[in-house]
């Protein structure tokens, strides 16, 4: 995980609080709408980055709430950006096979389940892979499953009958480090000071209540 924190100009916040002087609770108002704008596009920007070069939906990158602000306004403005450093799991990644998990049901192998030596269908033979330019992979021994949550992913079963999942990257190693997270920050906390002034001429002008 990684937290990036922007100060905004301290200007651009004294010229909106003198203009919404008079209108009740203007400027939390101004604020919170143009932070939304904001953040919606640091979000927007984050994923457009990733998918440059990772083969994994939008949806799939948001799934986790991978990217987070919050703010404090009281001496000046202060946004807290935070980049989950929580890993993906491989199978939300495009390209994972099978798609649902499914049986060969052409085979029987000998598996330890709940302690217990059974004859069961393994799986069909599991791919993945993360980077868009490279063809999915097979993952030997892996195998798709939903688990009793309903959460589905690429598995593993080690010796003693324990499963571990396979998991891609997370947002801050897609990304590549902080310069690429400073420069999304930045472009966030510049879109915000725009939208500020959009949103006082709002409440100003009554388009907003």
Known sequence: MSVIVKTVNQEVLD?????????????????????????SGLRSNTVKAIREQYAISAAAIRANENVTVRY??????????????????????????PIEPTPDT???????????????H???PTYGHQLKNTTPALFENAFAARMGSGHT?????????KVKEFMGSSVPQMLGGEEVEEKLSDEAMKKFEERL???????????RT
Not at 25 to 35: L, R
Not at 89 to 97: A, E, N, Q, S, V
Not at 106 to 120: D, F, N, P, S, T
């Open 72 to 97: 404090t306004h009281q001496d000046g403005l202060q946004a807290f950006i935070r980049f989950a450093g929580h890993k993906i799991p491989l199978y939300r990644y495009d390209g994972t096979r």
């Open 197 to 207: 002034s959009h949103e006082v001429m709002a409440l100003m002008n009554g388009w």
């Open 122 to 124: 393994p799986s069909v």
């Open 106 to 120: 052409g085979r029987l192998i000998r598996a330890q389940i709940h302690e217990k030596w059974l004859q069961v």
């Open 15 to 39: 010229r909106a609080a003198a203009l919404l002087t008079g209108i009740d609770g203007g400027m939390e108002k101004a604020i919170k709408s143009a932070m939304s704008r904001a953040v």
């Open 153 to 161: 992913g690429m598995f593993e079963r080690d010796g003693t009958g």
